[in-house]
């Protein structure tokens, strides 16, 4: 019945095209690549990229995708990080992991196109 009010709100008030929002957890943490979980520990253990994997980069939430405040209302800092290693004369792929500086962790298969977040 919620999913039913929000999605009625969202499509009412023109926010539907607002791609980040909190999501099922049972259904859309499946959906997230072991890679991420991977490369979000050791982000949280050594604050930098793995050897051979580009991370580390400012991210700067510019669509306004993810939330610019946490809970205790100061500003959010985001910076990206690849999932996958770097291979020479490849595309890096649009699968990313953007961590923020209050902890948490999201998910993008699409290259910033949406987001879902990392659970613990």
Same mark, same amino acid.
């Given at each position: 019945?919620?999913?039913?009010?929000?999605?009625?709100?969202?499509?009412?008030?023109?926010? +539907? +095209?607002?791609?980040?929002?909190?999501?099922?957890?049972?259904?859309?943490? +499946?959906? !997230?690549?072991?890679?991420?979980?991977?490369?979000?520990?050791?982000?949280?253990?050594?604050?930098?990229?793995?050897?051979?994997?580009?991370?580390?980069?400012?991210?700067?939430?510019?669509?306004?995708?993810?939330?610019?405040?946490?809970?205790?209302?100061?500003?959010?800092?985001?910076?990206?990080?690849? !999932?996958?290693?770097?291979?020479?004369?490849?595309?890096?792929?649009?699968?990313?992991?953007?961590?923020? +500086?209050?902890?948490?962790?999201?998910?993008?298969?699409?290259?910033?196109?949406?987001?879902?977040?990392?659970?613990?």
């Amino acid at each position: 019945m919620y999913r039913l009010i929000l999605l009625c709100f969202l499509l009412l008030t023109g926010l +539907s +095209s607002c791609k980040y929002v909190e999501q099922d957890l049972h259904t859309q943490q +499946s959906t !997230i690549p072991q890679a991420a979980y991977d490369t979000w520990e050791y982000v949280k253990k050594y604050d930098r990229a793995k050897k051979g994997y580009v991370g580390g980069r400012r991210f700067g939430n510019y669509e306004q995708l993810l939330p610019k405040k946490a809970a205790n209302n100061q500003k959010l800092n985001y910076k990206e990080w690849d !999932i996958h290693p770097k291979k020479k004369g490849q595309n890096r792929g649009a699968e990313r992991l953007v961590t923020d +500086s209050d902890g948490n962790a999201y998910y993008t298969a699409d290259h910033y196109d949406s987001f879902t977040k990392l659970e613990p």
